[in-house]
C-alpha cells in the first residue's frame, strides 16, 4: 500500500480538504446521511488527515426504512413521493445533524444523498437521479441531477458533486484548489 492520500474517488480530494478546512475555521462538525453512495462520502472525507476534528460520522440509511427510523423522515412523504426525492434529502440532512448530536448538540451540517445508481428504475425516474441536501443553521438546500454512465459512475459523480455543493453552500472564497 502507498502512502498516498487521494481519495477513493478520483477527484474529491480538493473538495474534502476544502469542507473540512472550511469547517474546521468556523469550529463545525458534519454529518452524513448516505444512501446511494453507501458510505463513500463519508469515506472522502475521512480520507483526509485531520478529518476527525470536524466529520461526526454517517449514517448509511440504504433501507427506506431507516430513513424514516434513524433520520425521521416524514412517513407519509416516503410513501407518497418515495426515497429519490428532494424534501425527502433535505429531511435525511437535517435528521442526520440531530441524529448524530453529541452532549445534545447537534452537527452544525448535515450532508445527504439520495438517488437511482441503477440497474432500475423504480418510480419511474431515471436512472441517474440524484437529490443532494445540505442543511445548516440557517437552512437546508437542495440539488437534483441526472448523471451518465454505470453505477459506478453515478456514485462517483455524487461524491465529487455533494462535495462541491457542500463548499459552495459555506460561502464564496472557500478554496478547492
Known sequence: MTGSAEPAISGTMGFATALLTELRARGWTVAIAESLTGGLLTSALVEIPGSSASLRGGVIAYDTALKREVLGVDAELLAERGPVDGEVAAQMADGVRRA???????????????????????????????????????????????????????????VRRALDFAVGALGPGVSTA
Not at 448538540?105 to 431515471?126: F, L, R, S, Y
Not at 445540505?134 to 454512465?149: K, L, N, S, W
Open 100 to 158: 448524530l448530536a453529541v452532549d445534545g448538540e447537534p452537527a452544525d451540517v448535515g450532508m445527504a444523498t439520495t438517488g437511482i445508481a441503477g440497474p432500475g428504475a423504480p418510480d419511474g425516474q431515471p436512472v441517474g437521479t440524484v437529490w443532494l441536501a445540505i442543511a445548516m443553521p440557517d437552512g437546508v438546500r437542495t440539488e437534483r441531477h441526472v448523471f451518465d454512465g454505470d453505477r459506478a459512475a453515478i456514485r462517483a459523480q455524487s
